[in-house]
């Protein structure tokens, strides 16, 4: 009988990236890159472990954001012709390296892959929120919200109503897609302050997810630090995250995607192919970009990029089942000595963002699937399971007041407020006073109630705490500045044309066309509590 349980949780999340206005915008292949490299792999674990009798449980957030770009038939487009040029590509690349014998292995590899994930993109005709809608229909997967556009809400907390907002959009779209209400919510950046559990109950959901410190740092400190949740004084239940478990996936000293076998992130055909030859495959202007076609290891650490070898997925594949194996004997180290303590079954919560799954540890998935087996398979002392499973069947907890607190640099909303990007907050905050101002405004007509929702839309799709995180980490930033100028600036034409009453209908119809985001939203939600 297992004496603990282990709860990976993956934050599956993208900002709003859509742009019907151009033919090319570089930042729409975040999404495309994601599907090939993350969610579609995914999805082949899951239907693997399925196949196999492995009665996985498993907890992901899909965040509002990446479900709507998921379903937009124009992202779906674009990434049908975006994963068609990659199948183009290596199939010139398997023909371009007819007497290299490894980088043909690797193209060939390659040209399996892109097979496979467009097998799975016509299974469900694009729709692979449909595809993992099935697995919470099973109880596999327990599917979870965020918030509507990831507002960092600590930040705009003297606003309860842009709060609300956030949280109960979030709710109401999860409920459209998923046809039930969501149990849990990733906070966005994992973000807490004291009073948020009250609207997270008025919302209807039952638990959130904090970093470690939130738990720990609790009123009164809980008995069993992060090992079980803590239920607040409304009854939402507060998860903390494990910062052992975590550290062996997320450090960049120890954590396991350092190994020396895995494929390197930062050598890619787009930069190192012959001008000419990749050009068609690169952006429009010639600038060279990733392609995602990647025939090199991480080698060893301190070596430049040239100096990396030949990656083998299969020495690479070897490597995800150690890693797995050592992943599972250290969570029953970890639940044996836990239940000593505690004299109870501890939960050990490991999440992660999912995007690292594939993406940036191009090996996650396959560590997943092999985790998963292993558990299922080789070892009594734990339980895997989610996050609604845990708390249907272990509904007594200890009461405390969680710490203000968040996830990234010192835990304690640095990395969203700071040098780089306190410049946001102000137009953030008077353009939440004035969204409250509209809220409790009724329509004249037609136009003008199309214009407050879309107002509302401005506002969510600013307050993304992307655009402060990409300032911080200095990547891609004029996009960011860009991007949240854009939506104040709309927001602002909005507000004064619905105060004049003189709605520029043509600009509106434009407007809506691009930030097409939570078409069912209701201004209203913005009314005073």
Same mark, same amino acid.
């Given at each position: 009988m297992a004496i603990g349980y282990?709860?990976?949780?993956?934050? !599956?999340?993208?900002p709003f990236v859509r742009h019907p206005e151009s033919d090319y915008v570089l930042e729409e292949e975040w999404l495309f890159e994601a599907i090939t490299e993350t969610y579609i792999p995914l999805l082949h674990v899951f239907d693997g472990l399925k196949r196999d009798g492995v009665d996985f449980k498993l907890t992901m957030?899909?965040?509002?954001? @990446?479900?709507?770009?998921?379903?937009?038939?124009? %992202?779906?487009? =674009? #990434?049908d012709e975006h994963l068609s040029? @990659?199948?183009?590509?290596?199939?010139?690349e398997i023909e371009h390296n007819e007497h290299n014998g490894h980088i043909r292995y690797l193209a060939e590899f390659y040209a399996s892959e892109f097979s496979k994930v467009r097998e799975t993109w016509e299974q469900y005709d694009g729709d692979l929120v449909t595809a993992f809608k099935q697995y919470l229909d099973s109880n596999n %997967?327990? /599917?979870?919200?965020?918030? !509507?556009?990831?507002g960092y809400l600590p930040l705009m907390k003297m606003y309860p109503q842009a709060v609300w907002a956030q949280i109960q959009v979030a709710c109401e779209h999860y409920e459209e897609t998923f046809g039930r209400p969501a149990k849990g919510i990733w906070l966005p950046e994992c973000a807490y302050y004291e009073g948020l559990e009250r609207m997270l109950a008025d919302a209807g959901l039952r638990y959130f997810l904090t970093d470690g410190h939130g738990i720990l740092y609790a009123r009164p400190r809980p008995r069993f630090g992060t090992y079980a949740p803590i239920f607040t004084e409304t009854g939402v239940a507060a998860f903390g995250r494990d910062h052992e478990s975590s550290q062996q996936v997320w450090s960049s000293?120890?954590? #396991?995607?350092?190994?020396?076998? #895995?494929r390197e992130f930062y050598k890619d055909l787009g930069w190192e192919a012959d001008y000419e030859y990749i050009k068609p495959y690169i952006m429009p202007n010639g600038q060279r970009k990733n392609i995602g076609i990647k025939y090199h290891k991480i080698t060893g650490r301190g070596l430049g990029l040239g100096d990396k070898a030949l990656y083998d997925p299969y020495w690479a594949r070897e490597k995800t089942a150690e890693h797995a194996a050592n992943f599972m004997f250290n969570r029953e180290r970890q639940a044996e000595h836990?239940? +000593?303590?505690?004299q109870r079954p501890p939960i050990i919560v490991s999440p992660y963002d999912a995007e690292l799954f594939g993406h940036w540890w191009y090996e996650g998935p396959w560590f997943i699937d092999y985790l998963f087996r292993k558990s299922w398979y080789d070892q009594g002392t734990y339980e895997m399971t989610h996050l609604a499973d845990y708390l249907r069947n272990n509904s007594t907890q200890q009461v405390c007041r969680p710490s203000q607190s968040s996830w990234g640099y010192k835990g304690f909303h640095e990395y969203w407020l700071n040098e780089t990007n306190a410049w946001i907050y102000p137009h953030l905050h008077k353009a939440a006073e004035r969204m409250i101002e509209l809220g409790s405004l009724e329509p004249a007509d037609e136009l003008e109630?199309? !214009?407050?929702?879309?107002a509302a839309r401005e506002l969510l799709l600013a307050q993304s705490s992307d655009w402060a995180f990409i300032m911080r980490t200095g990547t891609m930033v004029p996009y960011a500045v860009r991007r949240t100028r854009s939506h104040l600036m709309r927001f602002d034409k909005l507000y004064y044309d619905i105060k004049m009453g003189k709605i520029d209908s043509g600009?509106?119809?434009?407007?809506?066309?691009?930030? $097409? /985001?939570?078409?069912?939203? $209701? +201004? =209203?939600? #913005? =009314?005073?509590l």
């Amino acid at each position: 009988m297992a004496i603990g349980y282990v709860a990976l949780v993956l934050h !599956a999340h993208l900002p709003f990236v859509r742009h019907p206005e151009s033919d090319y915008v570089l930042e729409e292949e975040w999404l495309f890159e994601a599907i090939t490299e993350t969610y579609i792999p995914l999805l082949h674990v899951f239907d693997g472990l399925k196949r196999d009798g492995v009665d996985f449980k498993l907890t992901m957030s899909m965040t509002p954001p @990446l479900v709507s770009m998921l379903r937009d038939p124009l %992202l779906q487009e =674009r #990434y049908d012709e975006h994963l068609s040029k @990659l199948e183009e590509l290596i199939e010139k690349e398997i023909e371009h390296n007819e007497h290299n014998g490894h980088i043909r292995y690797l193209a060939e590899f390659y040209a399996s892959e892109f097979s496979k994930v467009r097998e799975t993109w016509e299974q469900y005709d694009g729709d692979l929120v449909t595809a993992f809608k099935q697995y919470l229909d099973s109880n596999n %997967l327990e /599917i979870i919200t965020c918030g !509507a556009t990831h507002g960092y809400l600590p930040l705009m907390k003297m606003y309860p109503q842009a709060v609300w907002a956030q949280i109960q959009v979030a709710c109401e779209h999860y409920e459209e897609t998923f046809g039930r209400p969501a149990k849990g919510i990733w906070l966005p950046e994992c973000a807490y302050y004291e009073g948020l559990e009250r609207m997270l109950a008025d919302a209807g959901l039952r638990y959130f997810l904090t970093d470690g410190h939130g738990i720990l740092y609790a009123r009164p400190r809980p008995r069993f630090g992060t090992y079980a949740p803590i239920f607040t004084e409304t009854g939402v239940a507060a998860f903390g995250r494990d910062h052992e478990s975590s550290q062996q996936v997320w450090s960049s000293e120890v954590g #396991y995607p350092g190994a020396a076998e #895995y494929r390197e992130f930062y050598k890619d055909l787009g930069w190192e192919a012959d001008y000419e030859y990749i050009k068609p495959y690169i952006m429009p202007n010639g600038q060279r970009k990733n392609i995602g076609i990647k025939y090199h290891k991480i080698t060893g650490r301190g070596l430049g990029l040239g100096d990396k070898a030949l990656y083998d997925p299969y020495w690479a594949r070897e490597k995800t089942a150690e890693h797995a194996a050592n992943f599972m004997f250290n969570r029953e180290r970890q639940a044996e000595h836990l239940h +000593y303590i505690m004299q109870r079954p501890p939960i050990i919560v490991s999440p992660y963002d999912a995007e690292l799954f594939g993406h940036w540890w191009y090996e996650g998935p396959w560590f997943i699937d092999y985790l998963f087996r292993k558990s299922w398979y080789d070892q009594g002392t734990y339980e895997m399971t989610h996050l609604a499973d845990y708390l249907r069947n272990n509904s007594t907890q200890q009461v405390c007041r969680p710490s203000q607190s968040s996830w990234g640099y010192k835990g304690f909303h640095e990395y969203w407020l700071n040098e780089t990007n306190a410049w946001i907050y102000p137009h953030l905050h008077k353009a939440a006073e004035r969204m409250i101002e509209l809220g409790s405004l009724e329509p004249a007509d037609e136009l003008e109630w199309r !214009a407050l929702n879309q107002a509302a839309r401005e506002l969510l799709l600013a307050q993304s705490s992307d655009w402060a995180f990409i300032m911080r980490t200095g990547t891609m930033v004029p996009y960011a500045v860009r991007r949240t100028r854009s939506h104040l600036m709309r927001f602002d034409k909005l507000y004064y044309d619905i105060k004049m009453g003189k709605i520029d209908s043509g600009w509106l119809e434009k407007v809506q066309k691009i930030d $097409n /985001i939570f078409p069912s939203i $209701n +201004y =209203r939600v #913005y =009314r005073p509590l």
